[in-house]
């Protein structure tokens, strides 16, 4: 079984980059609880069956058919709107963006890769960060994102939102080693393919 956790289990973790070793103990919103849950759950199964469970703590993925709610999606469509942006800790967050096609490989790669034979109790339980290994402010995010449609946004200057964090950061070295995973979708260009796609779906011209 391979399901999705998330970075958000991290909670108030403060070294960084995020390791799987690293304590998760303290989350501070309720969907971080859940994902611990899952995965704790997931561990128990995996104990009383028998069976190989994988988690993925997923980093801030997004991309062409992203949840409306997140910020790539909500930034775009309020800048192309002419409505003003939302931007929380009046800017001051770093995020491991992560495009959904980097995602969908370590899914799959993991999917295809054969159950080992014999396989101990130790191994039949794992976890692996899955994210772009890289840290990018979100001034800089918002700022690609205008560069992409060639308008700047309205900036609405907000302090933090409850159980937010100010950075996160994969480090993906477990998922490299047993996956050959290598994330190598830029920022730059990530961003570009979701507003082509926005505006192809939406009906933007130009």
């Known amino acids: 079984m391979v399901y999705a956790s998330s970075s958000s289990v991290y909670g108030l973790n403060e ?3 995020f390791e799987t070793t690293d304590s998760v103990d303290h989350p501070v919103s309720l969907y971080a609880a859940t994902k611990k849950s899952n995965e704790l759950m997931a561990h128990a199964y995996s104990h009383l069956y028998g069976f190989k469970s994988t988690g993925l703590r997923f980093f801030t993925v997004y991309g062409p058919w992203g949840r409306p709610d997140m910020a790539m999606f909500l ?7 002419n409505k003003p942006i939302k931007v929380f800790n009046n800017g001051n ?3 491991d963006f992560t495009y959904i096609d980097d995602i969908t490989e370590g899914v799959v790669r993991i999917l295809e890769t054969p159950l080992e034979q014999n396989v101990s109790s130790e191994k039949l339980y ?3 960060n899955i994210g772009n290994s890289k840290s990018v402010k979100l001034m800089d995010f918002i700022t690609a994102i205008e560069e992409s449609l060639g308008k700047v946004a309205q900036k609405e200057m907000l302090p933090m ?3 937010d964090v100010e950075k996160t950061w994969a480090n993906v070295g477990d998922l490299i080693i047993d996956y050959d ?3 190598n ?3 730059k260009l990530g961003v570009q393919r979701f507003v082509n796609w926005y505006k192809s779906f939406y009906g933007y011209k130009g």
């Open 161 to 163: 939102q409850p159980g």
């Open 15 to 17: 070294k960084i980059p």
């Open 181 to 183: 995973y290598r994330p």
């Open 75 to 81: 930034f775009t469509d309020a800048i192309m709107n």
């Open 185 to 187: 979708t830029p920022i």
């Open 93 to 95: 967050l770093e995020r």
């Open 126 to 128: 794992s976890v692996y």
